[in-house]
């Protein structure tokens, strides 16, 4: 009796798997121009609410290292005791439910977000929150 199976090939088949990284279209490069370019508007934005602090105060991380994205020194942390990470990114959906918020009057919008088994998040626009820290 023949048996229904197809004979194994002596060769091995190997699966085509897709690569761990996603093809973004930009260069590993750019991407980390783009963050930092973040990061320095945020370092900025830090010295320019708080002028009594100095430039080694508040500095922006060199890509790749571990730990926050800005680093405050003592002097920084007691004006603003945040641990900051940025994040620049081509696009993400929070932008259009930011967006809804903004058209509920005449208020600063705030955006409250929740994924599931986690903390809410408060995300508002980073003038808004530097104003806020100042207080």
């Known amino acids: 009796?023949?048996?229904?199976?197809?004979?194994r090939s002596t060769k091995t088949v190997r699966k085509k798997t897709k690569k761990a990284t996603r093809n973004t279209?930009?260069?590993?490069?750019?991407?980390?121009?783009?963050?930092?370019?973040?990061?320095?508007?945020?370092?900025d934005s830090i010295l320019s609410a708080f002028p009594a602090l100095e430039p080694d105060d508040v500095r922006s991380t060199s890509m790749?290292?571990?730990g926050e994205d800005v680093q405050l020194s003592p002097a920084a942390r007691k004006l603003m005791p945040y641990c900051i990470e940025?994040?620049?990114?081509?696009?993400?959906?929070?932008?259009?439910?930011?967006?809804?918020?903004?058209?509920?009057?005449?208020?600063?919008?705030?955006?409250?977000?929740?994924?599931?088994?986690?903390?809410?998040?408060?995300?508002?626009?980073?003038?808004?929150?530097?104003?806020?820290?100042?207080?």
Do not use: N
């Open 86 to 135: 940025c994040k620049s990114l081509a696009k993400i959906a929070i932008y259009k439910h930011y967006g809804q918020a903004t058209g509920h009057g005449d208020y600063e919008p705030l955006l409250v977000l929740k994924q599931d088994r986690a903390k809410p998040l408060a995300v508002v626009d980073l003038e808004h929150f530097m104003e806020l820290v100042k207080k």
């Open 64 to 66: 790749g290292a571990g």
């Open 25 to 43: 279209g930009i260069s590993p490069q750019s991407a980390k121009a783009k963050g930092r370019r973040l990061q320095q508007t945020v370092r």
């Open 1 to 7: 009796m023949r048996s229904l199976t197809k004979p």
